[in-house]
């Protein structure tokens, strides 16, 4: 039935001059076509779509028919097939490209999820065919083909195991290699263009947007529901030998240098940015900042392509360009970034010399955010390994800086950090530095002498005064105390390097007596507190169940939490007591080493 | 220390056409506490302030002023050293930091091409270079220059502003004895190199001597 109703109407349209098809003629062709199809009858289709009477009507109408053959081809089934494919390879080349074009891509975007990975291999090849024939007016249409592709790839699960990367069951690597099968005839067309980026040339600006989509999602380009390929834990080669999705990686960087692009220009990028260039937002659009730092953390950490990477640049530039990228990464919240700072963070950092980088660096906006990032991720990560890391790496970079360049951070972090374990972090650090300056001609200007004043009296004071709440400054105090404590060992009175004795009064006017003031203030209190407790559990347990007042509630997660049993506050109680006793003890050392030495 | 400043404008003469918004932050640039001017984000350059400032918030944080009365002096010393912290960084960042040391050269170069012997490269000059890089063991680590002479004619040369701590220092210097045309081969000392550290997963290994045949394609 369907197949006589196709035969009528190319007969009936064999006679029409000059395309001028009717609506009912397309559609009766489609519908026709497309039953044929579907019922099996796609040899007698061919013959039709062959045949040179129907030239015009095929040129014209034949690229609808592309739906059911895709569907049919989906299938795989064995007396349809060649059939099929020769209809298609047809299609192919008489139709019009930039129709075939549309009629394509429309079938990528509706591929059923089941067989997304199948669609897309399916149709590339013939994706391609069809581009090319667009000749020099290609470049949007690349790109465009190449958004719906990845649109559609980036949906299957990407790989996060060796041995899923190698079973890829969900076709994720098989997809990547044939993508850049696909890609290779535009990228050496693109090499030919000889003219600086980011003019002109179309071509190349698409390709750059692959590979700028393909390392990170860059919110203008993609649609949030999807996922970079190349955000995973790239396979180093020990752990799985061929790796497909290495591989994608490196041929996908490798596109870059194909197109012009220079990775040490592209780097530096952020840090040299040149603002005379007009169109600088043009600029930010090609380059944006996410996709670069992605690209650092590629070539850095994973070593994608870094034998591409010109061995020639010094280290700390390195460093330089990429805390761009760092600082980037740490401004986020989501465990992957994070991830991703520390570890380009810790390997930019390897690659220098320990007490190297100049205290002019510090002077840097980047040099100031990061840490002050660093800390956020330290004190404030849900994610205990996070946290750990973010230590580690904080030390790392401490000690990187030459001497001066730790004299500036420690006094940055002392004002800025506002958190009584980084302080009390920094100040063993302080500690260490003027341990290491005391040592036989080690000697440096600014953990001893002149220049190491203003910056114990930053760590030797008390924030509020005798009031500061102690408990709270606990890991500040008790490391203030213990390099007091240190310093009036190691550094003898009658040599006083640190110049320490001369200050000693200045010290416990400004410091040691407002810290045994609010010592005693706060040991009298809890003391109190403590009888008060006791007393009224008494009176409690005397009048059996009746509920204590307390002072506040306190709510989590829309559950009120019980109230604190007295057991529990005494504990609590006595813990802070603890405490107290402990900078108690040391104060009273540190005393008595003072009363020792000025004993004539 | 601060003197009581008195209002030169009116409201009307605030709101009209003829005072502009530079002169308005400019007064209060010049007479405001620090931290007023940092919570008032009246700080930095006064075009870019006139740039992301609307005269109405002018307006509001000049009468603001002399509400609270926070004139320049009247907030402790501390604040200030925080204000020129704050300006340092809030200014526009120095690209690249030089390092400098004394210490004799390390790195010898001999001549293997002669260049025009005009044209030598200064400080922050970009330069273009083709090199090949190896270890003293011969081994070759790096290089720009393609397999094919076709090829070289679709790539291009290194290219870099040199002089400023971007690469290594032997080339740094080095280069800078080099003028146009000349290909030269450069035995570079780990100081001026790569170090004690080499590369980590590369092919620099710590403590590296490096020897570089370079030429100097092209000079700014």
Known sequence: ?600 | MAAELTREWSDEQLKSDDLSKKDVIKFIQDNAAHSFLAEHKLMGNIKNVAKTAKKEQLIIAYNDLFESKRFLGSEPIEDVTEHVKNVKIDDKPKEVVEVVDEGPPKFFKSVLKKGDKTNFPKKGDNVSCWYTGSLEDGTVFDTNIPATARKKKQSKPLSFKVGLGRVIRGWDEGILTMSKGETAKLEIEPEWAYGKKGLPDSKIPPNAKLIFEVELVAVD
């Open chain 1, 1 to 600: 039935m369907a197949l006589e109703q196709l035969s009528d109407v190319v007969q009936r349209c064999q006679a029409i001059q000059d395309d001028n098809y009717t609506t009912e003629d397309y559609s009766v062709f489609q519908i026709a076509g497309r039953s044929c199809i579907e019922d099996g009858e796609s040899a007698q289709v061919l013959s039709i779509v062959v045949d040179e009477e129907n030239k015009n009507i095929v040129r014209c109408m034949g690229w609808n028919l592309l739906g059911p053959l895709v569907q049919i081809l989906l299938k795989k089934e064995e007396n349809n097939l060649p059939h099929c494919l020769a209809i298609l390879t047809h299609l192919l080349e008489v139709c019009s490209p930039k129709e075939l074009l549309v009629g394509l891509l429309e079938q990528v975007e509706e591929a059923h999820p089941d067989s997304i990975a199948e669609t897309v291999i399916l149709l590339l090849q013939p994706l391609q065919k069809v581009l090319l024939r667009l000749g020099g007016r290609k470049a949007s249409s690349v790109g465009m083909a190449l958004s719906t592709l990845l649109g559609q790839v980036a949906r299957l699960p990407v790989p996060q195991t060796k041995e899923q990367e190698e079973d890829d069951v969900f076709s994720l690597c098989r997809c990547c290699s044939a993508l850049l099968v696909f890609v290779r005839p535009f990228v050496e067309e693109a090499k030919q263009c000889r003219t600086p980026m980011p003019k002109k040339d179309e071509l190349r600006t698409e390709l750059l947007k692959l590979v700028c989509v393909c390392v990170c999602c860059h919110p203008s380009s993609m649609k949030s529901l999807c996922e970079p390929l190349l955000e995973v834990q790239l396979k180093d080669p020990e752990t799985l030998a061929e790796s497909p999705l290495r591989n994608f990686a490196t041929e996908i960087l490798g596109i870059l240098s194909d197109i012009g692009e220079s990775l040490p220009d592209l780097l530096s990028h952020s840090l040299l940015r040149r603002r005379e260039v007009p169109g600088f937002l043009e600029e930010e659009v090609c380059y944006p900042k996410e996709s670069l730092a992605s690209l650092a953390y590629l070539l850095f950490v994973q070593h994608i392509a870094m034998d591409t990477f010109p061995t020639v640049f010094s280290s700390v530039f390195v460093l330089q360009c990429n805390m761009e990228y760092i600082n980037l990464f740490l401004s986020r919240t989501e465990e992957s970034r994070l991830q991703k700072g520390l570890d380009l963070y810790e390997k930019s950092l390897v690659r220098v010399e320990d007490n190297s980088l100049p205290v002019q660096l510090m002077e840097l906006k980047s040099f100031f955010s990061v840490p002050q990032n660093l800390v956020k991720v330290m004190t404030l990560c849900p994610i205990q390994h996070l946290r750990i890391k973010g230590l580690q790496v904080l030390q790392l970079s401490i000690d990187k800086f030459d001497t001066e360049a730790k004299y500036k951070f420690f006094q940055c972090m002392l004002k800025t950090s506002h958190h009584a374990g980084v302080e009390g972090y920094i100040i063993k650090n302080i500690k260490n530095q003027i341990d290491f300056a005391l040592k036989p001609e080690k000697g440096n200007e600014w953990f001893m002498g002149a220049h190491l004043f203003p910056l114990l009296r930053q760590v030797l004071c008390l924030p509020q005064g005798p009031e500061t709440d102690l408990l709270q400054n606990l890991d500040r105090v008790m490391e203030s105390l213990n390099l007091l404590r240190y310093l009036l060992i190691r550094d003898k009175a009658w040599k006083n390097q640190t110049g320490i004795w001369t200050e000693l009064y200045k010290i416990e006017d400004n410091y040691l007596k407002p810290l045994r003031t609010g010592l005693n203030m706060s040991k009298a209190h809890y003391e109190a507190e403590l009888q008060n407790t006791k007393d009224n559990s008494k009176k409690t347990n005397a009048k059996e169940s009746q509920t204590q007042e307390s002072v506040c509630s306190l709510t989590v997660g829309n559950e009120k939490m019980p109230n604190m049993t007295p057991e529990m506050q005494l504990q609590v109680l006595h813990s802070a007591l603890h405490t107290f006793d402990m900078m108690e003890s040391v104060l009273a050392r540190i005393e008595e080493i003072i009363e020792v030495k000025e004993k004539p």
